[in-house]
């Protein structure tokens, strides 16, 4: 039997800290005992019925994915929002172990995480060759603060599938089998299934670094393109890739056109400025001082997307280092010298420079026209993107770094950690949080009324609102009547129809009424609720 060396177990080693600090990261919003889910009372617990919703199609419960009993009686409800399919399954999962709905919405949250952690590895660790550099970009992709931001936003955590699109490109490129163009164009349209914003932004830079490499490669591909065999089956691949992804948009495409786009004017002060890029949330332990950087931008909130110190430095270092080969080139041993490498961190910089603006100008305006683009009202998620490239930075600065210091890689390794902790590090009483029993005593308290009503009875939360604003009342009522097996007329998602918009903010009667202005035989068979 092989001997394990010390340099293996090391390395495995290393991977496991990688898993710890991205549990450390996670459970420092949940809680130990997961006594918090991440975000609000609003798009988190609106996430959490979606994911319920997608477990109740897979399990056979529900006969089709985009009708769900909320905001009724309106047809194809779920696309007026992202699905959640693709991640759906792991949900299910821990539905499956009997884990309640909001302690499985919590589980999938670490699972998100951890699956972009190993997966951004698993690709870095493939283009860099490197397990402690891996490990340390994985962190950056998977932990980073900027992703304290997100955080109200769960459809933005599935981010794994981005990592694995570009590693499959980049396999294509190396071998130009049409097998690795299929999975590269599958993890993009996967990504879509994933979350409908990400699908978008990552389609961005998938297609630059698929035309940059089909341009490296051009006198190759010229040959290939001969062979009927290898055309017929990258076309074949690419037409069961839009065949899945048209399975997915087609709904969106008609519910686009009873709610309409965008204008450009409207989402222009959601796309990323250069201060953005140096604007951090509060509670920080390292960059609180950057917390007011961003004052004065509209939507602030979401402008928080500094990805840390550590990534910053690797990333300009890289340009410096860039600027400075093209007039002395020095000899850097490889530190800067994979073509591959290069494509990718080009990439990054031109979209990083299309989803920014300056002043008045953005060269998003440019891709805001692409369709499907118009719908997207919230341009800083793409640093979710983003990651990905400045992980690369990371990982090529601190790789050249173990290949100098290889007799105390390991010590080093663990040093980079802790710097990549006290980078990222926030208090957990400044994250943004919610406490799960309180919202689980509401719900409950609800479902108890509903007892007594038969299956498939319609209601209409209708309380004293008090406490909390009406969206929350909404998602009770929606959650209350989800697991009673019942419909009601209340709802939460992106948008609505214009006759809703009075029973969004006012649950009474007289904006029931004018929801249910179309439907008069409903109205009365709806069962008020106080």
Same mark, same amino acid.
């Given at each position: ?36 889910? $991440? ?41 007026? *929002? ?6 759906? $399954?792991?949900? /299910? ?75 499959? =490109? ?36 998938? *297609? ?63 796309? $990323? ?14 960059? /609180? ?20 110190? =550590? ?13 400075? *080969? ?44 692409? $369709? ?73 308290? =609800? ?62 009667? /007289? ?6 202005? *179309? ?12």
């Amino acid at each position: 039997m092989k001997k394990v060396t010390i340099v293996e177990i090391q390395k495995i080693a290393a991977f496991l800290i990688g898993v710890i600090v991205v549990l450390w990261f996670t459970l420092n919003i949940t809680g130990v005992n997961l006594e918090y889910f $991440p975000g609000d009372e609003g798009d988190a617990r609106f996430n959490t019925y979606i994911l319920e919703h997608g477990h109740q199609f897979l399990s056979g419960n529900q006969d089709d994915l985009w009708e769900a009993p909320f905001m009724y009686p309106e047809a194809s409800v779920i696309s007026y *929002s992202d699905n959640l399919i693709g991640s759906a $399954p792991i949900y /299910s999962f821990f539905r499956v172990l009997n884990f309640d709905r909001e302690t499985s919405f919590q589980l999938w949250f670490i699972a998100m995480f951890l699956l972009s952690y190993v997966c951004c590895y698993l690709f870095l660790k493939a283009q860099i060759k490197h397990v402690y550099a891996a490990v340390l970009g994985a962190l950056i992709f998977s932990i980073s603060m900027a992703l304290q931001s997100q955080m109200t936003h769960a459809q933005v955590f599935p981010t794994f599938p981005i990592p694995l699109a570009f590693w499959m =490109l980049s396999l294509f490129f190396e071998r130009l089998r049409p097998l690795f163009l299929f999975l590269a164009v599958l993890f993009l349209v996967y990504q879509f299934y994933c979350g409908i914003y990400l699908g978008f932004f990552l389609s961005i830079p998938f *297609s630059i670094y698929l035309v940059l490499g089909l341009y490296k490669h051009r006198s190759v591909l010229a040959i290939k393109i001969k062979s009927i065999k290898w055309i017929g089956t990258v076309f074949l691949g690419l037409m069961v890739n839009i065949f899945l992804l048209m399975l997915l948009m087609l709904p969106y495409v008609a519910r686009s056109k009873t709610v309409g786009s965008q204008n450009y004017d409207s989402v222009f002060q959601s796309i $990323p400025t250069i201060r953005s890029f140096f604007y951090s949330q509060d509670g920080t332990w390292l960059w /609180s001082f950057l917390k007011t950087t961003g004052n004065g931008i509209a939507a602030q909130w979401d402008h928080q997307i500094f990805v840390g110190g =550590l990534p910053v430095i690797a990333a300009l270092l890289l340009f410096f280092v860039w600027i400075l *080969s093209k007039y002395s080139k020095p000899n850097f041993k490889g530190f800067y010298q994979n073509s591959d490498l290069n494509r990718l961190l080009f990439t990054g910089l031109i979209t990083i420079l299309i989803f920014v603006r300056i002043g008045e100008y953005s060269l998003y305006q440019l891709i805001w026209k692409l $369709p499907g683009f118009t719908s997207l009202r919230s341009i800083t998620r793409v640093v979710n993107v983003e990651l990905l490239f400045f992980s690369v930075a990371l990982t090529i600065v601190v790789a050249a770094l173990f290949n100098k210091f290889q007799k105390q890689s390991f010590l080093l390794f663990l040093a980079l950690v802790a710097m990549v902790i006290m980078d990222n590090g926030h208090y957990a009483l400044k994250t943004y949080r919610t406490e799960k029993l309180s919202s689980q005593i509401r719900v409950q308290s =609800l479902s108890n009324k509903l007892k007594s009503l038969a299956p498939n009875s319609v209601i209409s939360y209708e309380p004293e609102m008090d406490d909390f604003p009406a969206y929350v009342y909404q998602i009770d009522a929606m959650l209350a009547t989800q697991s009673m097996g019942l419909k009601t007329i209340n709802a939460y998602t992106a948008t609505s129809p214009a006759r809703y918009n009075n029973y969004w903010w006012n649950l009474n009667e /007289s904006s029931r009424l004018e929801w249910l202005d *179309s439907h008069p035989e409903m109205q009365d068979s709806i069962y008020v609720i106080h």
